[in-house]
């Protein structure tokens, strides 16, 4: 029964690290917009949650009872590509600042949105609790 009401809160919980590791990559290509030579990087966020979520299993191979899980610690390390380059520049560098501010906004908003789903069900599951 617990695993029922905190499996939202595991997958939000999961989302929500994944956005900030999203957020560290745009700001550092927008950092990096007039280093020469700079190729922009970025990760599928939906790739990503799928992976750090187990494709829906939650679990984790381990070898041995004594081993400890790393599910829910830490959702993994999302694979980072190479964005491809729209506006070629003399200096090599692949960074579209119009497209990463709109994609560090886009995130910005989804990552606040993220944060009102678990404090939303917080609320809910705090209430049934109490009983009110």
């Known amino acids: 029964m617990l695993e029922q009401m905190t499996g939202r809160l595991d997958f939000h919980a999961q989302a929500l690290t994944l956005r900030s590791q999203r957020q560290q990559v745009l700001a550092s290509n927008i950092a990096n917009a007039d280093t020469p030579g700079y190729v922009a990087r970025d990760f599928d966020f939906a790739a990503a949650l799928k992976s750090a979520s187990g494709s829906g299993t939650g ?54 949105s993220t944060l009102r789903f678990i404090n939303g069900h917080v609320k809910t599951m705090l209430s049934a609790i109490t009983g009110q």
């Open 59 to 112: 679990q984790a191979v381990t070898t041995d009872t004594r081993h400890f899980s790393s599910v829910g610690a830490h959702p993994g390390d999302p694979k980072l590509a190479y964005t491809v380059q729209t506006q070629p520049s003399q200096d090599g560098n692949s960074v579209d600042l119009d497209r990463e501010r709109a994609n560090f906004v886009d995130n910005t908003i989804r990552y606040e």
